[in-house]
């Protein structure tokens, strides 16, 4: 699941967030407990309280004392907000970097991402 | 009840072999370390005094604060698995489980059973008549099971398949999760069992090469990849006002990839990827191949 190229508490993070984003995790939703994070995915539990602190810090999760940990109300749309801004520097210039490379008029694949349809999954319910 | 441990320029001789050569680290306790060496360099040398199985030749090794050789109250709460079982050949299974149950405080026998059937384990074969891996099986069931504040597991999965060694691992963390106490994981299987690690500790030739939080060290191996001229004239800017080391290098035709080790910051990233290299992440596997590789080394406390 995690691999070993990368801290593993950054990858938590990254990964809980995504679950926000897609909506898997929704609002005032309880996350896992660091305990059964560490032994679902066989990692230490400091590492995962780690990853679990830093989305606290950032505001993305809360804490109620005694209880566990919730995602924050508005997490889902300003992590939204940050991956719009990140989408064109990480997943676009990319794509048309490796266009370029492949000699793919521009115009096909502005064609093809024309005619691919709306996916239900890919997170439009907002 | 999770002790912590000092080591002070520990030395350890056998005849003229030089097997510690002044190590010196200090383990808080009460959490999993990885101990990663290669073969000879010296990781069941140290796991001995530690253990209290071997008298230190110089230096000093604290447990909990105390000298752990020869002292009674401390080695009762030690237990270290090697990659033998450290009963009588002739013995029963179910004999070493009973001295175990009598000798151990801890012992927590439900558990015992638990992982008798868990590995399958012949209660009434004797242990020379056990397979490797059964052999092996038999020092992890014993090392979990007795429950001490300190425990060691020395290459205890020698022979073990892959499903018996993540059984193992999954074990290892959940009795952790259940019962925190202080556990060293001496190992050459990185990939398997490196997430289950807070720390590691790094050893060649007797001596200390790293000792930093798992993550942490995860965190400073990067390769630069692309033309090799390139590639020499960006890493020698990085390592101009940064503690860079370079690991190793590779190259085909004219491609070179370069690893460092050290602190990327923000900056060093956004110049490697302004010029067109390839900045790469390191696996944890990889840093150690390159960590040990060369005697002369970086010496490295946290």
Same mark, same amino acid.
């Given at each position: 699941?995690?691999?070993?190229?990368?801290?593993?508490?950054?990858?938590?993070?990254?990964?809980?967030?995504?679950?926000?984003?897609?909506?898997?995790?929704?609002?005032?939703? @309880?996350?896992?407990?660091?305990? @059964?994070?560490?032994?679902?995915?066989?990692?230490?539990?400091?590492?995962?309280?780690?990853?679990?602190?830093?989305?606290?810090?950032?505001?993305?999760?809360?804490?109620?004392?005694?209880?566990?940990?919730?995602?924050?109300?508005?997490?889902?749309?300003?992590?939204?907000? @940050?991956?719009?801004?990140?989408?064109?520097?990480?997943?676009?210039?990319?794509?048309?970097? @490796?266009?370029?490379?492949?000699?793919?008029?521009?115009?096909?694949?502005?064609?093809?991402?024309?005619?691919?349809?709306?996916?239900?999954?890919?997170?439009?319910?907002? | 009840?999770?002790?912590?441990?000092?080591?002070?320029?520990?030395?350890?001789?056998?005849?003229?072999?030089?097997?510690?050569?002044?190590?010196?680290?200090?383990?808080?306790?009460?959490?999993?370390?990885?101990?990663?060496?290669?073969?000879?360099?010296?990781?069941?040398?140290?796991?001995?005094?530690?253990?209290?199985?071997?008298?230190?030749?110089?230096?000093?090794?604290?447990?909990?604060?105390?000298?752990?050789?020869?002292?009674?109250?401390?080695?009762?709460?030690?237990?270290?698995?090697?990659?033998?079982?450290?009963?009588?050949?002739?013995?029963?299974?179910?004999?070493?489980?009973?001295?175990?149950?009598?000798?151990?405080?801890?012992?927590?026998?439900?558990?015992?059973?638990?992982?008798?059937?868990?590995?399958?384990?012949?209660?009434?074969?004797?242990?020379?008549?056990?397979?490797?891996?059964?052999?092996?099986?038999?020092?992890?069931?014993?090392?979990?099971?007795?429950?001490?504040?300190?425990?060691?597991?020395?290459?205890?999965?020698?022979?073990?398949?892959?499903?018996?060694?993540?059984?193992?691992?999954?074990?290892?963390?959940?009795?952790?999760?259940?019962?925190?106490?202080?556990?060293?994981?001496?190992?050459?299987?990185?990939?398997?069992?490196?997430?289950?690690?807070?720390?590691?500790?790094?050893?060649?030739?007797?001596?200390?090469?790293?000792?930093?939080?798992?993550?942490?060290?995860?965190?400073?191996?990067?390769?630069?990849?692309?033309?090799?001229?390139?590639?020499?004239?960006?890493?020698?800017?990085?390592?101009?006002?940064?503690?860079?080391?370079?690991?190793?290098?590779?190259?085909?035709?004219?491609?070179?990839?370069?690893?460092?080790?050290?602190?990327?910051?923000?900056?060093?990233?956004?110049?490697?990827?302004?010029?067109?290299?390839?900045?790469?992440?390191?696996?944890?596997?990889?840093?150690?191949?390159?960590?040990?590789?060369?005697?002369?080394?970086?010496?490295?406390?946290?």
């Amino acid at each position: 699941m995690f691999d070993d190229r990368s801290p593993i508490y950054q990858q938590i993070a990254e990964k809980i967030k995504d679950d926000i984003v897609r909506g898997v995790l929704g609002e005032d939703e @309880q996350v896992m407990s660091t305990n @059964q994070y560490a032994a679902f995915y066989r990692i230490n539990p400091a590492t995962a309280a780690k990853g679990f602190h830093e989305l606290i810090s950032e505001g993305v999760l809360y804490k109620r004392r005694g209880i566990g940990m919730f995602v924050s109300p508005d997490a889902r749309e300003r992590l939204r907000a @940050q991956r719009r801004e990140r989408f064109f520097d990480e997943v676009v210039d990319p794509m048309v970097a @490796q266009a370029r490379v492949l000699g793919i008029p521009l115009e096909d694949v502005v064609a093809r991402i024309t005619v691919i349809p709306t996916n239900p999954d890919a997170g439009s319910a907002a | 009840m999770s002790p912590g441990i000092e080591v002070r320029d520990l030395r350890l001789r056998y005849g003229r072999t030089v097997a510690l050569d002044g190590l010196t680290f200090r383990l808080d306790g009460g959490k999993v370390y990885g101990l990663l060496g290669r073969n000879g360099s010296g990781k069941t040398s140290l796991l001995s005094v530690l253990a209290a199985f071997r008298k230190a030749s110089g230096g000093e090794v604290l447990v909990g604060g105390q000298n752990p050789f020869e002292n009674a109250a401390v080695v009762r709460d030690i237990c270290f698995i090697r990659d033998r079982v450290d009963v009588s050949d002739d013995e029963r299974v179910s004999a070493a489980l009973a001295y175990a149950r009598d000798v151990r405080p801890n012992w927590d026998a439900a558990y015992a059973d638990k992982l008798v059937n868990l590995f399958r384990l012949p209660l009434r074969k004797s242990v020379s008549a056990l397979a490797r891996g059964q052999r092996s099986a038999l020092g992890i069931t014993l090392g979990l099971a007795t429950r001490a504040p300190l425990t060691i597991f020395d290459e205890s999965y020698l022979g073990m398949d892959a499903p018996s060694r993540y059984a193992f691992y999954d074990e290892l963390l959940n009795d952790y999760l259940a019962n925190p106490r202080t556990i060293i994981v001496s190992t050459h299987l990185i990939e398997e069992v490196g997430s289950l690690f807070e720390e590691v500790v790094i050893i060649d030739e007797g001596r200390l090469v790293v000792h930093e939080q798992a993550d942490g060290l995860r965190a400073r191996g990067a390769s630069v990849t692309g033309p090799a001229a390139d590639v020499d004239r960006l890493v020698g800017e990085l390592r101009t006002g940064r503690d860079l080391v370079v690991l190793g290098e590779q190259q085909l035709g004219g491609t070179k990839s370069t690893t460092v080790f050290g602190h990327l910051d923000e900056s060093a990233r956004a110049r490697v990827r302004a010029s067109g290299l390839e900045l790469g992440p390191v696996a944890l596997q990889d840093l150690f191949v390159h960590l040990t590789k060369k005697p002369e080394n970086l010496e490295n406390s946290r």
